[in-house]
């Protein structure tokens, strides 16, 4: 079953650049990748599920919530040496391009203790960064998150627009560029 699932969202992936292309995505994934973000691939559009997911507080969240406003969503675990490695990159990012007009939000998905989730946090020195869960991964299931990190980057629309498996750095400059040109495709709307 997993395998399935497996070859499924890595078929998705392999045609969903040309369907992006087509539509006139004016988030150019393709450069990105050229510079080095080679696990980069364009998503098909569509509305992004609205399974709900928590926060450390107990509060609920769904991503509906965010609306109007690109993001960077990034699904971790506590126990997940890449995301041990790509987590400053994330905190930096929201650090200096977080605000009204963009957020990145990071997603322990799976059995995250919120001790390890803080411990992981302190150790990492992430300051800028939400602690949010999807402890049944409810969320990334119906995301087709089959490994961890996972990063989603989904427009002010709501719409997944590029999806990265694996780690990524994602202050440099073509993580960067990527960022900008999601952030401008969302203002010209």
Same mark, same amino acid.
């Given at each position: 079953?997993?395998?399935?699932? $497996?070859?499924?969202?890595?078929?998705?992936?392999?045609?969903?650049?040309?369907? @992006?292309?087509?539509?006139?995505?004016?988030?150019?994934? !393709?450069?990105?990748?050229?510079?080095?973000? =080679?696990?980069?691939?364009?998503?098909?559009?569509?509305?992004?599920?609205?399974?709900?997911?928590?926060?450390?507080?107990?509060?609920?969240?769904? $991503?509906?919530?965010?609306?109007?406003?690109?993001?960077?969503?990034?699904?971790?675990? =506590?126990?997940?040496?890449?995301?041990?490695?790509?987590?400053?990159?994330?905190?930096?990012? !929201?650090?200096?391009?977080?605000?009204?007009?963009?957020?990145?939000? =990071?997603?322990?998905?799976?059995?995250?203790?919120?001790?390890?989730?803080?411990?992981?946090?302190?150790?990492?020195?992430?300051?800028? $960064?939400?602690?949010?869960?999807?402890?049944?991964? !409810?969320?990334?299931?119906?995301?087709?998150?089959?490994?961890?990190?996972?990063? @989603?980057?989904?427009?002010?629309?709501?719409?997944?627009?590029?999806?990265?498996?694996?780690?990524?750095?994602?202050?440099?400059?073509?993580?960067?560029?990527?960022?900008? !040109?999601?952030?401008?495709?969302?203002?010209?709307?």
């Amino acid at each position: 079953m997993r395998l399935n699932l $497996l070859y499924t969202a890595l078929f998705c992936g392999a045609i969903a650049a040309p369907a @992006l292309a087509e539509d006139g995505n004016p988030v150019v994934v !393709q450069a990105a990748h050229d510079a080095g973000m =080679t696990k980069l691939v364009d998503s098909f559009p569509g509305d992004i599920p609205d399974e709900p997911f928590g926060d450390l507080d107990g509060g609920e969240h769904r $991503l509906a919530d965010y609306a109007g406003k690109p993001l960077l969503v990034n699904f971790w675990a =506590t126990w997940c040496a890449p995301c041990r490695e790509e987590m400053p990159s994330l905190d930096a990012l !929201q650090a200096e391009m977080g605000g009204e007009d963009f957020e990145v939000l =990071t997603i322990a998905a799976g059995p995250n203790s919120p001790n390890a989730i803080r411990t992981f946090f302190e150790e990492e020195g992430i300051g800028s $960064l939400p602690t949010l869960t999807d402890p049944r991964m !409810q969320l990334a299931r119906s995301l087709g998150i089959v490994g961890l990190p996972v990063t @989603l980057l989904i427009d002010a629309e709501g719409r997944e627009v590029a999806r990265l498996p694996g780690e990524a750095d994602w202050m440099s400059e073509p993580a960067l560029h990527l960022i900008e !040109q999601l952030k401008d495709a969302s203002a010209a709307d």
